[in-house]
């Protein structure tokens, strides 16, 4: 895709601006030991990080250390967070569940095989908002990649009202908690009504994340900020 001035300008502003964030958070992984046992699973010794849309900045840059790959839609606003992983070492494969779908869920295959963990907001990129669609099933299924429900928040955040997920920012010098759920595994056959099935233990599982921070944090004197935009 070819940038317009403009474009080019938001691309290397939205890079200083989270470069600038990144540098200023603090991470607190608090259950690692599942993601080191999700890791186990399968022979590459890689997953697959699941989470909720909202909450995918504080989730890839809380692994940005790992070797990453992420789905990213073929929009304007996919171009600029792909110009953004790509300065943090992220690989994107491109695509979405409306636009280029299946050619983004051949390149994460891919990207598995070659030893990559991938990242996946289950119920983007336009939702409904936590509604699991059926696109990490599918890669789980076909690769033996163990998913691993994911929920990561920062203590202050500025929550974007206006938006369909309610996407959040971790505030700069805010502390980034991570969550991990239990890891799952797909089997190669599944029917449609196991991928159904699957596809509610998984938002189950995602819900029951986002509770148990929402009890964490507000324990912990967290400080949150709505915003519309």
Same mark, same amino acid.
């Given at each position: 895709m070819a940038f317009t001035r403009k474009q080019k300008f938001i691309c290397w502003l939205a890079?200083?601006?989270?470069?600038?964030?990144?540098l200023s958070y603090r991470y607190t992984r608090l259950n690692p030991e599942l993601r080191d046992q999700a890791s186990q699973m399968n022979e590459k010794k890689t997953l697959a990080y699941a989470c909720w849309h909202q909450n995918a900045l504080s989730t890839v840059m809380a692994h940005t250390w790992r070797r990453l790959a992420i789905l990213v839609s073929r929009s304007?606003?996919?171009?600029?967070?792909?110009?953004?992983? #790509? #300065?943090?070492?992220?690989?994107? &494969?491109? !695509?979405?569940?409306?636009? !280029? !779908?299946?050619?983004?869920?051949?390149?994460l295959i891919k990207l598995t095989k070659e030893g990559y963990e991938v990242g996946i907001t289950v119920d983007g990129p +336009?939702? @409904? +908002?936590?509604?699991? #669609? %059926? !696109?990490?099933? &599918?890669? &789980?299924? +076909? =690769?033996?990649? @163990?998913?691993?429900? =994911? &929920?990561s928040r920062g203590r202050r955040t500025w929550t974007l009202v206006k938006?369909?997920?309610?996407?959040?920012? @971790? #505030? @700069?010098f805010t502390e980034i908690v991570v969550l991990y759920g239990q890891p799952m595994l797909i089997p190669h056959r599944v029917t449609e009504e196991d991928v159904h099935v699957y596809q509610k233990k998984l938002a189950d599982e995602l819900?029951?994340?986002?509770?148990?921070?929402? =009890?964490?944090?507000?324990? %912990?004197?967290?400080?949150? =900020?709505?915003?519309?935009?």
């Open positions: 890079y200083g601006l989270v470069g600038l964030f990144q304007f606003d996919g171009e600029v967070i792909a110009f953004v992983a #790509k #300065k943090f070492g992220i690989h994107s &494969a491109r !695509g979405s569940s409306s636009r !280029g !779908g299946l050619e983004a869920l051949r390149q +336009r939702g @409904p +908002r936590h509604e699991v #669609k %059926g !696109g990490v099933i &599918a890669l &789980a299924s +076909r =690769t033996g990649v @163990p998913i691993l429900p =994911t &929920a938006s369909w997920d309610h996407f959040r920012v @971790p #505030k @700069p819900m029951e994340l986002e509770a148990r921070l929402d =009890t964490m944090l507000a324990h %912990g004197h967290s400080r949150t =900020t709505a915003i519309e935009a």
